[in-house]
């Protein structure tokens, strides 16, 4: 199981959205896409932006880098 939720990653990514504003993600294969390709960064060689990444998959470094707002999702038009 994934923890933190989709739910509480979509609530991240999209906390500094003013109200009114379209959300940056609103589906799960968004938020899917997004730590896949962080996920295959990292496989390739970046160094990971949070700490006590050592021991853990990609995946599961990204999602935490999603989580602490040390990467962010951009709209297609950014």
Do not use: F, W
């Not at 990971?48 to 602490?68: C, F, H």
């Amino acid at each position: 199981m994934l923890h933190p939720s989709y739910t509480d990653l979509m609530k991240v990514v999209n906390s500094e959205v003013d109200e009114g504003e379209e959300p940056v993600v609103s589906s799960r294969y968004s938020i899917v896409m997004a730590t896949s390709k962080r996920a295959r960064q990292i496989i390739a060689g970046d160094v990971p932006l949070v700490e006590n990444y050592r021991g853990k998959k990609p995946l599961s470094v990204a999602v935490d880098e999603l989580n602490q707002t040390q990467i962010k999702i951009l709209c297609e038009e950014e």
